[in-house]
C-alpha cells in the first residue's frame, strides 16, 4: 500500500477519518528511515492540535480484568457525548505479536463505536521504542479530535514508568483476594498510582473487595503522594454490573481539575516532554553503542570482563564510548 501524502494524512487526521488516523499510526510505528522522516514531519504538524484529551494509564495484572474494564468505561464515556482512543504498551508483544489488544474482540462492543478508536501495541523494538511509538500514536489520537485517551499495560516491570510518564493520571486496577506480592505490587507500582481500583466487585466478591480497599487505602496512606495537590483514591468496581465506574472516572476529572487549576498539569506535561528528548538521546546512544561495538566484536568479551570482576563497568564502558567518540570521563 502506498504511503498518502503529508497533507492527505494531516487532512485525514484532522477530520477524525479511522481508517487514515490508523494509516498515520502505522507510518509513525515504521522504522524506515523515509518513513521516520515524513512520520516526523506529520507530528510536527500536528502537535499544535494535540494536548487536549485526558491521557489515563491503566495498569494491572494479566486476568485483573483491564480490557473488561476498558470495554464498560469505554463506552460510557462514548454514551456520555466523549470520543475514546484506546492504545496499549506492551513489551512481550514483540516476542508474542500483540497480546495487549491484539485480539480485539475483547473490545468489539467499543471498537464497533464511531466514536472510539483501538490500536494494539506496537510490536517492534525494546521497551523505550514500544513507548515511543505509542507516545507519537497518542498525539495523533489528539490530533484527530480524542478526548479520552486510555494507554493500557500489563503489571509487570517497566512499561509501568514508562506509560505513567506520557500520561496525566495512572490507574493500577488490583484483585481482591490475590497476594499483594501475586499482583506484582511493589512499591514502585504504588507510588505510580493516583487511584487503585479493585475489580470485580460484583456478586460473591463485593464483601472482599471492600477488604482489599481498606488494606490498599492503609498501604497508600503510608506513602508520599503522587502529587502536593492529589491523595490517590483507593476505589471498587465491577465491570460487569457498572458499579464503581462512574466514582472511577470522578477520580480521574478531580484530579484533572485539582491538578490543572494549579498550573501543575501543564508543568507536568512540559517536563514529561522534556524527559521525552533525553529518553530518546539514551536510546539512541546506547543502539549506536551496540553497533559499533558489535563491528567490533568487542560487546561480548566486555561485558564477559565486567562480570568476572576482571575489569571495572567504567574501564568498560569508556572502551564502547570510545567508538563513537564520545568519552565518559566524570564531570
Ligand atoms: P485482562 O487480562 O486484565 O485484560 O482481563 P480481562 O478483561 O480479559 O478479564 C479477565 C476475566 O475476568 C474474564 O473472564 C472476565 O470476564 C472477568 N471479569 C472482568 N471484569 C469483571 C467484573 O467486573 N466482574 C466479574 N465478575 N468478572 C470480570
Not at 503522594?225 to 454490573?241: G, I, K
Not at 546512544?285 to 566486555?302: F, I, K, P, Q, W
Amino acid at each position: 500500500m502506498t504511503t498518502p501524502s503529508l497533507d492527505e494524512l494531516v487532512a485525514g487526521v484532522r477530520s477524525g477519518d479511522r481508517a487514515m488516523i490508523g494509516r498515520a499510526i502505522t507510518l509513525v510505528e515504521s522504522r524506515r528511515p523515509d518513513h521516520e522522516a515524513l512520520a516526523q514531519q506529520l507530528l510536527v504538524t500536528l502537535l499544535p492540535h494535540s494536548g487536549g484529551a485526558h491521557r489515563v494509564g491503566i495498569s494491572g495484572v494479566p486476568g485483573v480484568g483491564k480490557s473488561t474494564f476498558i470495554e464498560a468505561l469505554g463506552c460510557r464515556l462514548v454514551d456520555a457525548g466523549r470520543r475514546v482512543a484506546v492504545l496499549a504498551v506492551d513489551p512481550s508483544s514483540a516476542r508474542t505479536r500483540g497480546s495487549i489488544l491484539g485480539d480485539k474482540t475483547r473490545m468489539n462492543r467499543l471498537a464497533a463505536s464511531s466514536s472510539a478508536f483501538i490500536r494494539p501495541s506496537p510490536t517492534s523494538g525494546t521497551l523505550g521504542g514500544v513507548a515511543r511509538r505509542t507516545r507519537e500514536a497518542l498525539l495523533v489520537c489528539e490530533a484527530a479530535g480524542y478526548d479520552v485517551v486510555l494507554v493500557e499495560t500489563v503489571g509487570v516491570g517497566q512499561s509501568e514508568t514508562e506509560v505513567a510518564a506520557m500520561t496525566d493520571f495512572f490507574l493500577v486496577l488490583m484483585l481482591a483476594g490475590a497476594g499483594d506480592e501475586l499482583q506484582g505490587i511493589k512499591r514502585g507500582i504504588l507510588e505510580l498510582a493516583d487511584a487503585l481500583a479493585v475489580t470485580k466487585a460484583d456478586g460473591d466478591n463485593v464483601a472482599a473487595a471492600r477488604r482489599a480497599k481498606q488494606r490498599y487505602e492503609h498501604a497508600l496512606h503510608a506513602m508520599s503522594p503522587t502529587s502536593p495537590n492529589w491523595r490517590p483514591r483507593v476505589l471498587t468496581c465491577s465491570a460487569v454490573t457498572g458499579d464503581g465506574l462512574d466514582e472511577v472516572w470522578g477520580a480521574v476529572t478531580d484530579h484533572r481539575a485539582a491538578l490543572a487549576a494549579t498550573g501543575e498539569l501543564a508543568a507536568r506535561r512540559r517536563e514529561q516532554a522534556r524527559g521525552w528528548l533525553w529518553a530518546i538521546v539514551d536510546d539512541a546512544v546506547r543502539r549506536a553503542v551496540h553497533e559499533r561495538a558489535a563491528e567490533s566484536g568487542r560487546v561480548a568479551a566486555l561485558e564477559e570482563g565486567v562480570m568476572s570482576g576482571d575489569t571495572t563497568p567504567a574501564l568498560a564502558a569508556a572502551e564502547l564510548l570510545e567508538a563513537l567518540g564520545l568519552s565518559s570521563a566524570r564531570q
